[in-house]
């Protein structure tokens, strides 16, 4: 039996999960559109709160708010540089979850009047995508384990 060699990360990525340069591209643009997408909309809930009312409700909600979409890419940036698949799909599934927490905050300050719907309405919409896209992900990531 021959001894095995030592493979290079890269070269393990290549030899086994893919099939060729153009996926690996892909998967490297995929990352880096969902890290732009959550700093994007983290930025966005800055430019929101500062503009809320300063009543006692808006600056709770505000906060909140402000922790959640943060996390969405702070746990997208913790899961790239993940040890582990298991830490991987974790870390997605963190972000996930605050996605969607921030999507109810929204929720709440268009319910409440606080703000208006219409200015919103772009801000829950990406909050949608990046849930939508970390759900895909997170599914079709543990289809691969059970496999």
Not at 67 to 76: E, K, L, P
């Amino acid at each position: 039996m021959e001894p095995r060699t030592q493979q290079k990360p890269n070269e393990r990525i290549q030899n086994s999960r893919f099939k060729s340069q153009n996926e690996i591209n892909k998967v490297k643009k995929y990352k880096k559109d969902l890290k732009d997408m959550s700093h994007s909309l983290a930025l966005q809930a800055i430019d929101l709160i500062d503009s809320l009312p300063k009543n006692m409700s808006c600056q709770v909600i505000g906060r909140q708010l402000l922790r959640s979409s943060m996390s969405v890419g702070a746990n997208i940036s913790e899961a790239r540089s993940s040890g582990s698949r298991k830490d991987f799909v974790n870390f997605l599934t963190y972000s996930l979850k605050s996605a969607n927490e921030s999507i109810f905050c929204i929720g709440l300050l268009s319910d409440s009047g606080k703000v208006s719907h219409s200015s919103l309405q772009v801000f829950r919409a990406g909050f949608d995508e990046i849930a939508r896209i970390l759900a895909a992900s997170i599914i079709k990531l543990k289809q691969k384990d059970s496999d």
